[in-house]
């Protein structure tokens, strides 16, 4: 029986990591500058990776850099100067991948493209510091790329997308919807993320679902099946279908696995013993 143990530990330890709750996170009112916008999802649609930018560094730079490294990518179309939301975003965002035990240039990349067409990309470098500073994960900042361009291409881009977004002249800044693109590693939309917080159970399956399983562990992939993403809180939420799939599977596993060899192993144990009482019963010699 305790040969067993590690299958039924295993088992019912991934049974309960499906049914655990997921904390609801709060849902603020929308400021009044972005009533009006929205985004529109194009799921699975290829972005138009010939689009140039320039990196942080000045390089001149194409979308499609980013999509030859076999693994998936977070995009943001944020920008420097915005006074809170993209501050608060990032912030989140770093703080989520900060609990992941994958790394930025290693399972992941993250891409953000200005969409202030007059932000330079000395700013954009700037930028880059601070939040590589904050993810203070040494070796992974070939893995954070903070681009900068002209507004045909950041036009394209956030169409591409379907973020809607725009200026408004007498606050003199740029109002637009908290979300992050998690795309495949060929350039296709795989999920969006809202809001300005993700915890890191968010951000490990959106990325082990872009990938196709080409990053995460068995168990990686198990969660995933176990979670369905709600298209409402931008979250992932346990599915009740799955749950009670798993849990039949569960209840199939053990009792094949382990009641049925434990009984039958009893049970031929105690047909020995019969045999062996009987056999010391005979007389000598008989």
Not at 116 to 133: I, S
Not at 231 to 238: D, L, V
Not at 252 to 277: A, C, D, M, N
Request: proline letters at 5%.
């Amino acid at each position: 029986m305790k040969r067993y143990f590690p299958y039924i530990t295993m088992t019912f330890l991934s049974w309960a990591l499906c049914i655990m709750p997921v904390r609801a996170d709060r849902m603020e009112k929308a400021p009044k500058d972005i009533e009006s916008l929205d985004v529109i999802e194009h799921l699975d649609s290829h972005l138009p990776v010939d689009l140039e930018f320039q990196d942080s560094s000045g390089k001149h730079v194409k979308l499609g850099d980013y999509f030859k490294k076999d693994r998936p990518v977070i995009l943001s179309m944020n920008y420097s100067n915005c006074p809170m939301l993209c501050s608060l975003q990032l912030t989140a965002l770093v703080r989520g991948l900060r609990d992941l035990e994958w790394s930025a240039d290693q399972q992941f990349d993250f891409v953000s493209v200005s969409i202030d067409p007059k932000e330079t990309y000395q700013r954009a470098h700037l930028t880059k510091q601070k939040y590589f500073k904050e993810y203070n994960r040494a070796g992974t900042a070939d893995g954070w790329h903070f681009l900068t361009g002209k507004q045909p291409a950041i036009t394209k881009l956030a169409k591409a997308i379907g973020l809607q977004y725009k200026y408004v002249e007498e606050r003199k800044e740029y109002a637009h919807p908290a979300v992050l693109v998690v795309c495949t590693p060929d350039g296709r939309i795989s999920r969006y993320l809202y809001g300005v917080q993700f915890p890191e159970t968010t951000l490990k399956l959106a990325l082990v679902e872009a990938s196709e399983g080409k990053i995460g562990s068995t168990i990686d992939r198990f969660l995933l099946f176990c979670f369905h993403y709600d298209e409402t809180s931008g979250r992932y939420a346990p599915t009740a279908l799955n749950i009670m799939k798993i849990g039949g599977f569960a209840t199939i596993f053990i009792i094949t696995v382990v009641v049925i060899p434990y009984w039958r192993g009893r049970k031929g144990r105690h047909s020995l013993e019969i045999v062996q009482t009987q056999t010391n019963e005979q007389p000598a010699g008989s």
